[in-house]
């Protein structure tokens, strides 16, 4: 025994040569044949800050249960040892797989609470990320005056290095860029500080208005315990923290822990084989539009040429990711008709058709839900002589679905009929005129069979239920539908975002959720300056928050100046910057994205409810969750998963790690893994 007690006594940069720190080998004082289980499970000690509230966030994305003491509660349980730990069956049980602290002694040095912590986390070998704190010796850092530094981060390079590259933040090129978004104001705040002993570093930078390196995460070893101490501030949006929460996590649980991240990126191109109306310039409104008053009908729209279409195809093979092209056959058919019963367009999307996900869009992007009023600016529901409101019917819905998905089929598109994309996401509630989904839209979507449908992530973020079918939220992309050059969009961009007074419609003025530009941009160089790192730079931020939901422009950003790919461009360059080749963007299809959005759902529920149970016993993990629930899990690199008789590999590998959706094997009532030995 005297050596497993020893084994626990060493510092963490002998734990974690072993590559995987692995929880519960001993209990000082417990029987040598006896393993204590350690449950799947995070302590947030909760301070109200945003440090720990972002890495709260970071465990709720990731889907691991957690527990949370609130500190300003008064009402909160005691942390004592009987809250911590107990015994199951004769068998020592740690509650905690890890504990997030706003600092490293939260409820103060030497008190009672304190003291039962650190007790645990000593005896059962619990790592403590401190999630933000001060350079001090306390910390095993040097203070910063002593070499170091203090003040704003903001724009300044750090790096993961070598220690940190080869345990949990190894998913990293190296290299990251604070965010400084607003020059005149300070977004990060940090300590920059050199390691004493027992403090392995795993990202720095240089120190400023000094010489080598100092950290700002790295790993502290102090009596029989360890703990991630991070020096500088944020929050759950920041790009930086975005970056490192996953090290952060994978850090805390040992890289052993229920739910799953990864990063993923799909873009729809909605409308294509339509044309799309263009944004005038001199009356600031879009002609046909209903509130263009004057605007007269649409002139001069645009739509893709077979040049566009060639470029479309060529771009996809160069940057190694697909666009789902969401489709309106019966529209580009009347184009057809009215430009001579040729189309090089529609020949040259579909030569290149396999190369493409192919969405139905319905047949000729009709509006499906109630019949619109136009008479008044806004536009309102149509109503029946009873006064009730007056729907497009389940027939006219599942004729624009079904004749779309014909067209696909007569010409060999890859097409599940499953996926749709409804005109503005039409049928589905649109408020405030229509507070309901159409009443007749789910007899149509269970006509043709299908199961997902689009959702506007700006109105409704979170998945539901219309009728039989799941809704599948989309990101709208800040380049907008009627415009085809550069110069359009700055122009719409000004409208939009400029005050009265610089000659914009001053919505930027009188809507809270939004700001004002201080001053228009040049139509010239505006949206390759200003728009492009700004539409990208939110784009990238939903890429690496764990978030599966599609992002969606439209046809017209694939034509004329083609202002979709340097957004595109933009956030895959940055990504592929940032992250090693073995964290690759997950482009995903919608049914994919809707069935990662339902489990995640059923998972929540399922945790929320109390019938999950997950625990660890020495290399074994079990999970038991209710019958058909699927279970998301990561493990390291090895990890099996038992079988009736045998194993076989677990999951599939990313980040450095493997992670899975599993169902307990066959005959088996709960989800078995066997981690590789430390």
């Not at 107990?86 to 890890?98: C, L, Y």
Request: aromatic fraction near 8%; proline fraction near 6%; charged fraction near 20%.
């Amino acid at each position: 025994m005297a050596h497993r007690a020893l084994r626990w006594r060493n510092t963490a940069a002998a734990l974690t040569a072993a590559g995987l720190l692995t929880l519960g080998l001993g209990v000082p004082g417990a029987s040598a044949a006896v393993e204590p289980r350690i449950d799947l499970r995070v302590l947030v000690v909760d301070d109200g800050g945003s440090a720990v509230r972002a890495v709260a966030a970071q465990l709720r994305s990731t889907g691991i249960p957690y527990t949370t003491v609130d500190l300003d509660d008064s009402a909160r349980p005691a942390v004592t040892e009987a809250f911590l730990s107990d015994t199951v069956g004769g068998r020592p049980r740690a509650k905690f797989q890890g504990v997030v602290l706003p600092n490293e002694a939260p409820f103060g040095t030497g008190s009672a609470e304190q003291t039962a912590l650190e007790t645990y986390e000593r005896t059962y070998g619990i790592p403590q990320v401190d999630a933000y704190t001060w350079a001090h010796p306390g910390v095993g850092l040097d203070y910063t005056t002593e070499g170091g530094w203090s003040g704003s981060l903001d724009g300044r390079e750090a790096a993961v290095t070598a220690a940190g590259k080869s345990t949990y933040f190894g998913y990293l090129d190296g290299a990251f860029t604070f965010e400084d978004n607003a020059p005149s104001v300070q977004e990060s705040y940090g300590y920059v500080a050199r390691p004493r002993a027992g403090f392995t570093s795993y990202v720095d930078v240089p120190v400023p208005e000094g010489t080598g390196r100092g950290s700002l995460i790295g790993e502290y070893a102090r009596d029989g315990r360890r703990e991630l101490v991070v020096t500088f501030a944020y929050n759950q949006y920041q790009q930086q923290f975005r970056v490192l929460a996953r090290g952060i996590v994978e850090w805390l649980t040992q890289g052993v822990h229920l739910g799953q991240d990864r990063n993923y990126f799909a873009v729809h191109v909605d409308d294509v084989f339509a044309p799309d109306a263009r944004w005038d310039t001199e009356r600031n409104c879009t002609p046909g539009d209903l509130d263009c008053v004057g605007g007269g009908e649409e002139t001069n729209p645009i739509r893709m040429t077979a040049e566009d279409a060639a470029y479309a195809a060529q771009w996809q093979r160069a940057q190694g990711f697909t666009l789902d092209m969401v489709y309106n056959a019966g529209s580009g058919e009347e184009w057809k008709t009215e430009h001579g019963g040729t189309d090089t367009l529609a020949a040259r999307l579909l030569a290149d058709k396999a190369q493409y996900r192919w969405v139905n869009h319905t047949y000729k992007h009709p509006f499906l839900g109630c019949v619109q009023d136009t008479s008044t600016v806004p536009w309102s529901c149509a109503k029946n002589a009873d006064g009730s409101t007056k729907y497009m019917s389940r027939s006219e819905i599942a004729a624009q679905i079904s004749d779309n998905y014909d067209w696909a089929v007569s010409q060999g598109l890859p097409i599940d009929r499953t996926e749709l994309v409804t005109g503005e996401h039409s049928g589905l509630r649109t408020l405030p005129q229509q507070p309901d989904d159409n009443p007749n839209l789910a007899g149509a979507l269970a006509d043709n069979g299908v199961k997902w449908v689009a959702s506007d992530n700006s109105r409704e973020p979170e998945q539901r239920a219309a009728g039989a079918a799941l809704t599948v939220p989309r990101h709208p992309m800040n380049v907008y539908y009627n415009t085809g050059t550069k110069a359009e969009m700055a122009d719409e961009y000004n409208w939009i975002y400029t005050s009265a007074e610089d000659g914009g419609s001053g919505i930027c003025t009188t809507n809270p959720a939004s700001t004002c530009l201080d001053a228009p941009l040049d139509p010239a160089t505006g949206y390759d300056q200003y728009i492009v790192p700004q539409e990208a730079r939110t784009a990238l931020g939903h890429v690496v928050n764990n978030d599966p939901r599609p992002h969606y422009a439209h046809q017209s950003n694939l034509a004329e100046d083609r202002i979709l790919y340097p957004v595109l461009e933009k956030v895959l360059a940055d990504y592929r910057a940032l992250f090693a080749d073995n964290t690759p963007v997950e482009n995903l299809s919608q049914k994919a994205i809707g069935t990662e959005l339902q489990r995640r759902t059923a998972w929540r529920t399922a945790v929320a409810n109390g019938r999950v149970t997950a625990y660890r016993i020495g290399t074994t993990v079990t999970v038991s969750a209710p019958s058909g629930t699927q279970i998301p899990v990561t493990a390291p690199e090895g990890t099996r998963k038992q079988l009736l008789l045998g194993t076989t590999v677990f999951g599939t590998p990313y980040a450095g790690e493997r992670s899975a959706w599993a169902t307990p094997a066959a005959l088996q009532s709960a989800l078995t893994l066997k981690l590789p030995s430390a």
